[in-house]
């Protein structure tokens, strides 16, 4: 199996930074995308940001020139670098691993969750 575990999220002023990331470990032979989830109370979980192992990126218009995504393959890593913030933006944030293969070289039929970060904008 796989587990995520995400760091970052706390509060944060309104047009400030913060940087949530995620490592997966685990049974692990290659996590073809990673990506953060983030699901505000009384709204449906949505993609902020998702990123494959060759690097292409894609965004939420929402988020779009204020969020970068980034990961580490060699590290598993994924990391969130979210600039501009705004009170819109406060949720809780889900790492996420899809299209995973263990070191069996079988791939896992479902997508793997992390446990969430609160990310809080508020003054």
């Known amino acids: 199996q796989v587990q995520l575990v995400e760091s970052g999220g706390g509060l944060v002023q309104p047009g400030g930074s913060l940087r949530l990331s995620c490592a997966a470990s685990?049974?692990?032979?290659?996590?073809?995308?990673m990506g953060w989830y983030r699901q505000a109370p009384g709204k449906q979980r949505e993609l902020v940001a998702r990123i494959t192992s060759g690097g292409s990126t894609n965004y939420a218009d929402s988020v779009k020139g204020r969020f970068t995504i980034s990961r580490d393959n060699a590290k598993n890593t994924v990391h969130l670098q979210m600039n501009s913030v705004k009170p819109e933006d406060t949720a809780v944030y889900y790492c996420?691993?899809?299209?995973?293969?263990?070191?069996?070289?079988?791939?896992?039929?479902?997508?793997?969750w992390g446990q969430g970060t609160q990310v809080t904008v508020a003054t």
């Open positions: 685990g049974s692990i032979f290659s996590i073809y995308h």
């Open positions: 996420n691993a899809d299209n995973v293969v263990g070191t069996g070289m079988v791939a896992y039929e479902a997508p793997f």
